[in-house]
Each structure stands twice: as C-alpha cells, then as structure tokens.
C-alpha cells in the first residue's frame, strides 16, 4: 500500500494499524470502522494489490453460497469464462463486498451476475454490464424472460391444453416477474382466462409443497421457472403418484446437465448458454474500450428457445 496506507488512516480518521487491521481482516475490528476505512479507499481510488486491472474481468455475483455444481449461476459463470479465455482475458469471480473497491484501474470491466442489484454501483467504478437485470443507466444483456414463458404457453395450448400451471421463484426478482408477464400474455393471446389459483411462488425448497397445493386444481400442464427445479418437480410428481406426461404435462427451463436425462426427458425453454455467454463477453469487451462515461447505454435482448422433448402430452 505504501503512502497509501497513511494517506487513508488520515481520510477516515483512524490510526495506520487500524487499517492494517482491516486488510488483513482482523475479527474485533468494529464494523463502523471498517465502513470509514472503506469509504476513504474509495475515495482515494485506492484498491487492494492483488487485483490485476489489465485484462480482467470481474464477475460479481450476489453470494457464494449460491454457487454450485448444476446452478445457472455457476454455470453462466463457466460459459462466460470459456468466452473471455478465447481472447486471452482473465475472469476474477468477487461479491458484494468488493463493491467500496471498485475503481477504473481495479478491473477491464465487471460482469454483473446477481438477480438483483439494489446496491449502488461506486461513480468511479470500471464499465459495468449486468445480466438478466436490466437497469437504468447501465450496460446489460439479457434473455427476453416474458417471451420464454409466452413460448411455453403457445406451445401447450397448440397442444390442447386450457389449465396451465405456472409456477414461479421470488416475485421481486426481475427475471421473474417478466416470466409471470409473459405467461399472462400468452394465456391471453391464446384466449386461456387466468386463475391465480393456478398460479404459485416458491422456492426450491418449498417446490414440493406448491406443487401439492397447484395438483388439488387439476391442470392438465405445469410450467416451473428455473433452471435448477426439473428434478425437484418430478421428484414432487412422484410422491403424488402423478405420472407425467400421462397425468399431467410439464415444461422446465433447460439445465444442460439434467433436462435430457430426467424420466421423460423435458420439454423445456433455453436461454441458450453458449449464445448468452457469447454476447456477454462480446458486449463486456467493447464496453471496456468504448465506455467513457458519455457512450449511449447498450441493453443486449436475447429470445430463448423451446427444446421438445417427451414431457408433454397432446390432448387434441
């Protein structure tokens, strides 16, 4: 840190060692310190050593605990890596906490992964893209959510069916508050009358129970919001005796490594990783060259895909 080190304990009023303490992370330092410290290294574009500016991405996302083997998030960020690898740039994976850190010189650009992003994005921070959550004033690529879940609802009903299920994750998530949009849209368009009781929020741990409440109203197909919930929803099926696609049909969204091996394999809807990824990277790398505060805002669309598979039964 050399000066640096002084030049912050001035700004935020502390001793040298008390910055010392909060670098190297010392447990009894008291959060109102740490908070001073962080905000006089913000504004003293200052940033821990360890980071590499040239040539590397950061890619932020929302909570560590949230990645794992077979999560979307886990698996954009695999994509996205194998993207910027191709033209020999480095990816840096950092969450929340980084933000008070962020500054031109910290990164090429950062790669906004959360599913949402209420936090304030620093004024001295690199360019700054965010996926599926489209915000104002700020560069974004995302999959056209309402259209995924409209080509769903198209898609059953040319196959006869009038009770549609639509089974969605947090409503305060942009990504699914566009789904229950277009599942609305497509009922519409396709002269279905919505029923809310046909209609549940959930999360994965609570899928089970859903699925209870949603079978007691009888539809004829389920459509389930997210990519790590195939399993989940067959699993629940089963432990009601429900066949599919004999007793009632479904639609998932695609996980590469699950949706063609479920029993049946699922009809499903794909964001399409490899395109998604292939844009993310393409648009992170122009904004880093061209982003110089006055450039128009660029907000990427992508539609999504159905892939048929043997999960829905044609009633006409």
């Given at each position: 840190m050399?000066?640096?080190?002084?030049d912050?304990?001035k700004?935020?009023?502390v001793?040298?060692?008390t910055?010392?303490?909060?670098y190297?992370?010392?447990?009894?330092v008291?959060?109102?310190?740490?908070?001073?410290?962080?905000?006089?290294?913000?504004?003293l574009?200052y940033?821990?050593?360890?980071n590499?500016a040239?040539?590397t991405?950061?890619?932020?996302t929302?909570?560590?605990?949230?990645?794992?083997?077979?999560?979307f998030e886990?698996a954009?960020?695999?994509?996205i890596?194998?993207?910027?690898?191709?033209?020999d740039y480095?990816?840096q994976?950092?969450?929340?906490?980084?933000?008070?850190?962020?500054?031109s010189?910290t990164?090429s650009?950062?790669i906004d992964?959360?599913y949402?992003?209420e936090?304030?994005?620093?004024d001295s921070?690199p360019?700054f893209l965010t996926v599926n959550?489209?915000?104002?004033g700020?560069h974004?690529v995302?999959?056209d959510?309402?259209?995924g879940?409209?080509?769903?609802?198209?898609?059953l009903?040319?196959k006869?069916?009038?009770k549609i299920s639509?089974i969605?994750?947090n409503?305060?998530?942009?990504?699914?508050?566009?789904?229950f949009?277009?599942y609305?849209?497509?009922l519409?368009k396709?002269?279905i009358?919505f029923?809310k009781?046909l209609?549940?929020v959930?999360s994965n741990?609570g899928l089970?129970?859903t699925?209870?409440?949603?079978?007691?109203k009888?539809?004829?197909?389920?459509?389930?919001?997210g990519?790590g919930?195939?399993?989940?929803l067959?699993?629940?099926?089963?432990?009601l005796d429900?066949?599919?696609?004999e007793?009632?049909?479904v639609?998932?969204?695609?996980?590469v490594d699950v949706?063609q091996?479920?029993?049946?394999p699922?009809?499903t809807?794909s964001?399409?990783?490899p395109?998604?990824?292939e844009?993310?990277?393409?648009?992170a790398?122009?904004?880093?060259k061209?982003?110089t505060?006055?450039?128009?805002i660029k907000?990427?669309?992508l539609e999504?895909e159905?892939?048929?598979?043997?999960?829905?039964?044609?009633?006409?």
């Amino acid at each position: 840190m050399g000066n640096k080190i002084t030049d912050i304990a001035k700004a935020a009023g502390v001793s040298i060692a008390t910055v010392s303490r909060v670098y190297g992370k010392h447990p009894y330092v008291k959060e109102n310190l740490r908070t001073r410290v962080f905000k006089a290294a913000q504004d003293l574009n200052y940033a821990p050593k360890f980071n590499i500016a040239k040539n590397t991405f950061a890619i932020l996302t929302g909570s560590p605990n949230g990645i794992h083997l077979g999560n979307f998030e886990s698996a954009l960020i695999r994509a996205i890596s194998i993207e910027l690898f191709k033209v020999d740039y480095n990816v840096q994976i950092i969450t929340e906490k980084f933000l008070p850190f962020l500054h031109s010189k910290t990164f090429s650009g950062v790669i906004d992964i959360r599913y949402s992003s209420e936090k304030n994005i620093p004024d001295s921070a690199p360019p700054f893209l965010t996926v599926n959550h489209p915000r104002k004033g700020v560069h974004s690529v995302a999959t056209d959510h309402a259209q995924g879940l409209e080509l769903a609802v198209d898609y059953l009903a040319k196959k006869g069916h009038k009770k549609i299920s639509f089974i969605s994750g947090n409503s305060e998530n942009w990504g699914n508050r566009e789904r229950f949009n277009g599942y609305k849209r497509g009922l519409e368009k396709n002269g279905i009358e919505f029923d809310k009781l046909l209609f549940g929020v959930t999360s994965n741990d609570g899928l089970t129970e859903t699925v209870l409440s949603i079978m007691k109203k009888k539809p004829t197909a389920i459509i389930v919001s997210g990519e790590g919930c195939a399993h989940r929803l067959n699993y629940s099926l089963y432990l009601l005796d429900e066949k599919i696609p004999e007793d009632v049909s479904v639609i998932t969204f695609e996980d590469v490594d699950v949706s063609q091996f479920l029993t049946p394999p699922h009809t499903t809807i794909s964001q399409n990783m490899p395109k998604l990824a292939e844009a993310i990277a393409q648009t992170a790398l122009e904004i880093s060259k061209t982003d110089t505060g006055n450039k128009s805002i660029k907000d990427v669309i992508l539609e999504n895909e159905l892939i048929e598979r043997e999960s829905v039964k044609d009633l006409t």
